[in-house]
């Protein structure tokens, strides 16, 4: 696989602007150390939003989407932004993720509740998980998810991540109904 390099300061799209990042990912990200040769996994990435945080912050940076479209345009958006990342399309239900790899998983407004255990497993040793998604109150705001497949109950995003320990959690209801979480992997694990 070539390895990849950024090559010179991003700068914002117009799309960018108009969906930016998520502030609680972005400052966590930012307040994180990163290891040396960090990897970084933006699941589900869509707009590839948090892979940039993730690329900025000194991650080499994975992106993995089922929708080989959108994988293209988000690939070369981030690419013309300065920002290599390695991108797989992949249905994560089929395909599984490695064991064992990245030293930061973002997921964001994405549930797919058979995926928390492989998201565990997929962290190194003191690798950490930024998931932000919405809850079931989200339905009040009239936007967003309906069903209940991909909205949270109260209190169960930690509970899909038990295994692992907890640094923050929280569920607020304005500007939207999410649930966030913020959780690392314990040193100790085989």
């Not at 950024?6 to 990042?21: G, H, K, N, Q």
Request: hydrophobic share 40%; charged share 25%; proline share 6%.
């Amino acid at each position: 696989m070539k390895e990849h390099h950024l090559v010179r300061a991003p700068s914002m799209t117009d799309a960018d602007r108009s969906d930016p990042a998520s502030s609680f990912v972005s400052a966590w990200v930012a307040g994180l150390p990163v290891p040396e040769h960090a990897r970084a996994l933006d699941l589900a990435t869509g707009r590839g939003r948090h892979a940039a945080v993730a690329a900025r912050a000194g991650y080499q940076t994975f992106i993995v989407d089922r929708a080989l479209d959108v994988l293209c345009d988000t690939t070369a958006r981030l690419e013309r932004q300065g920002f290599a990342v390695k991108a797989w399309c992949a249905d994560l239900e089929v395909t599984p993720l490695p064991r064992n790899w990245f030293d930061l998983v973002i997921v964001t407004r994405y549930l797919q509740r058979s995926l928390c255990q492989a998201i565990t497993e997929s962290l190194r040793p003191g690798g950490v998980l930024i998931y932000e998604t919405f809850t079931e109150r989200q339905r009040r705001h009239g936007r967003g998810p309906t069903s209940p497949e991909f909205l949270l109950a109260s209190g169960e995003l930690p509970k899909r991540f038990r295994d692992l320990e907890m640094m923050f959690y929280e569920e607020v209801d304005e500007p939207e109904a999410v649930a966030r979480l913020v959780a690392r992997a314990s040193t100790r694990r085989s």
